[in-house]
């Protein structure tokens, strides 16, 4: 039972990995240029760097689903591979590093997060959009198939 509530935690992660355990790292934050809409009609693009993990992404596909419901598809164009380790609580110093808790992407500006084809109203594609961005915590932005929005979220 231990075991299942370990994938259940573990939403989206990659099938094998050349390392178990990662260094940290650090967000560079050079922004890139714009990332065009490739597979769909609307989609979320970053404005800061920071550490998406995997539960976003699952959230948001979560609320973007429940609007949309059959009249689209969801397009995630980043995947969480790098992992995070945490050791338990009130445990000592030293002694290694600690256990895979989760997994993240790092995200720079100007990333293209998630893109959906949705075959419906305009205006109900732009809300599905307007929920996951708030799911999200960083500054986002909504582009559409003909011209960026001016719609900025900010968390």
């Keep these: 039972m231990e075991y299942l509530n370990q994938d ?6 990659p099938k094998n990995s050349k390392f178990r355990k990662a260094q940290k790292g650090r ?3 050079k922004a890139k240029p714009i990332c065009s809409l490739e597979l769909g009609n609307y989609g979320i693009v970053a404005l800061e760097s ?6 976003h992404l699952e959230s948001c596909r979560l609320a973007v689903r429940r609007i949309i419901k059959r009249n689209g598809d969801i397009f995630f164009r980043v995947f969480p591979h790098t992992p995070v380790t945490k050791k338990p609580q009130e445990v ?11 997994f993240i992407s ?3 500006p100007n990333t293209m997060i998630l893109e959906i084809r949705f075959k419906g109203e305009p205006l109900v ?7 996951a961005c708030k799911i999200l915590p960083v500054k986002t932005k909504i582009l559409t ?8 979220y900010d968390n």
């Design 50 to 55: 920071f550490r998406l993990r995997a539960t």
């Design 27 to 29: 967000l560079q934050s």
């Design 125 to 131: 594609g732009l809300k599905a959009l307007e929920v």
């Design 145 to 152: 198939g003909e011209s960026p929005l001016n719609i900025v």
């Design 8 to 13: 259940y935690n573990m939403l989206l992660r």
């Design 92 to 102: 000592r110093m030293g002694k290694g590093k600690g256990s895979v808790d989760h």
């Design 106 to 108: 790092r995200i720079r």
